[in-house]
């Protein structure tokens, strides 16, 4: 937990050790950000792979539960968005820079990094795999379109292709230097979901579209049911690196960071709101229970615009990656050289960083299950960092009164949370285990 140090002003002071160590680490090196760095990280944490995949989502729902349940994601995740942001300098003179920092604050040292820091993990590792998939996938469909009569080219290969961009670009120091990278992730998000729903109008419902369960009985329609709130957890998720985004941007007692993050947050909640609202409705409207699990694999022409979509796609989780693998990476640096006591150095990072990146990259040629991979990491880990944990920690730290509207609020959105992590990894589970049944490795 890092404790802000007030220096009077022209008084030089020597930095301590721990000090120089955060200055190295890449969640605390840069605290120059601006409001709008919120939006574009907000919007490129959030509007990722998960928004390709709403109207499979709500054709395995129906129009009523699937619109009920889309709204209240957005309400009840913008509500505990706001309540980490609040909660990162609620005690005078610290930030907490990390989840799991405020997690310890909330339930003890270690009881809190059991709890937080595991699930945190297991987010932001599947996000990055699932990313290694869909840029794989996006990479695949944008050869073939523009390409039909070309050699096949297995999945694999461009995932190594996907991979190799990261080789690169995850040798950037921190939050801020990779803000053009987001930037662009942002602006791709918001044109290939427009491009999506734009394409699904304009190619007009077919004669036959069907709106019903696209499960053959009663209990398939369930287990599918299970699998798309997973998809919506997924699509709604980006609270596991808001903390961080705040870490990067400068606070005093006059001019505290929630202020300039709270307003960031917004802009990025209506960039959500106009991708993720369209893209369900109409696409489902178009396609009905006939839509594939990625929206952009269910449109086929006109050719130019889906391959353009698709290299947007690209560019976008390119920068999603990045968001989700810094806080991973500080972790890791954090672990070597504050624990291990390793000297911070370019080869430490070089080598740590290298070896995540290659170790995505393996795991998502060998288990690239798009729509089973959202339900079950969906519902695993993203339902309780996102939904839930946010509501235990302000119960404990502010204290609202007992049956108060806040202290309900709170209650309503865990029991809802909890139910969404039981639930849908159920249903991805089972759609992983068919898909695995028909797999071949590396194909």
Not at 77 to 104: A, C, I, N, S
Not at 322 to 344: G, R
Request: hydrophobic share 50%; aromatic share 14%; charged share 15%.
């Amino acid at each position: 937990m890092r404790v802000g140090n007030m220096v009077a002003p022209g008084v030089e002071r020597e930095m301590t050790e721990e000090e120089k160590i955060d200055a190295w680490l890449p969640i605390t090196s840069s605290r120059t950000a601006k409001w709008w760095y919120s939006t574009f990280h907000n919007v490129t944490a959030m509007v990722g792979a998960g928004v390709l995949s709403l109207p499979y989502a709500m054709s395995n729902m129906g129009w009523g539960p699937g619109s009920v349940i889309m709204v209240l994601s957005w309400c009840i995740t913008l509500y505990t968005l706001w309540q980490m942001v609040e909660m990162h300098e609620m005690v005078p003179g610290k930030r907490f820079d990390r989840y799991h920092e405020l997690g310890q604050h909330a339930f003890g040292e270690k009881l809190g990094l059991y709890i937080v820091l595991p699930q945190q993990i297991v987010v932001e590792v599947s996000t990055c795999i699932i990313y290694m998939v869909t840029g794989g996938k996006s990479l695949q469909k944008f050869h073939n379109t523009v390409c039909p009569s070309c050699k096949d080219i297995k999945l694999t290969y461009f995932i190594l292709i996907f991979a190799s961009v990261h080789f690169v670009l995850s040798h950037l120091p921190n939050f801020n230097s990779i803000s053009a990278v987001s930037l662009a992730a942002a602006v791709m998000s918001l044109v290939y979901s427009t491009v999506a729903w734009t394409a699904s109008i304009a190619k007009g419902a077919p004669a036959n579209v069907g709106y019903g369960l696209r499960g053959k009985n009663p209990s398939e329609n369930t287990f599918n049911f299970f699998n798309a709130l997973g998809d919506i957890a997924f699509a709604f998720a980006g609270h596991n690196v808001v903390l961080e985004i705040q870490a990067t941007i400068p606070s005093t007692p006059e001019k505290p960071s929630k202020k300039p993050m709270w307003k960031g947050v917004i802009f990025a909640y209506l960039v959500v709101a106009i991708c993720y609202f369209p893209v369900a409705g109409f696409g489902y409207y178009v396609f009905g229970d006939k839509v594939d699990d990625n929206i952009l694999m269910t449109l086929q022409k006109p050719a130019w615009l889906i391959a353009s979509a698709n290299m947007f796609v690209f560019v976008h989780v390119v920068g999603g990656y990045q968001i989700y693998a810094m806080p991973v990476f500080d972790m890791m640096e954090t672990f070597l050289v504050k624990k291990m006591k390793f000297k911070p150095s370019g080869m430490l990072r070089f080598t740590t960083r290298t070896l995540f990146v290659g170790l995505t990259m393996f795991i998502g040629m060998t288990f690239p299950f798009f729509g089973g991979l959202l339900g079950f990491f969906g519902g695993f880990a993203l339902a309780p960092t996102t939904y839930y944990l946010p509501c235990i920690m302000w119960l404990i730290l502010k204290k609202p009164q007992k049956f108060s509207l806040s202290w309900w609020i709170n209650w309503i959105f865990i029991v809802i949370g909890v139910l969404l992590m039981i639930l849908a990894p159920i249903g991805g589970l089972r759609n992983i285990i068919l898909s695995a049944k028909t797999y071949k490795f590396y194909q």
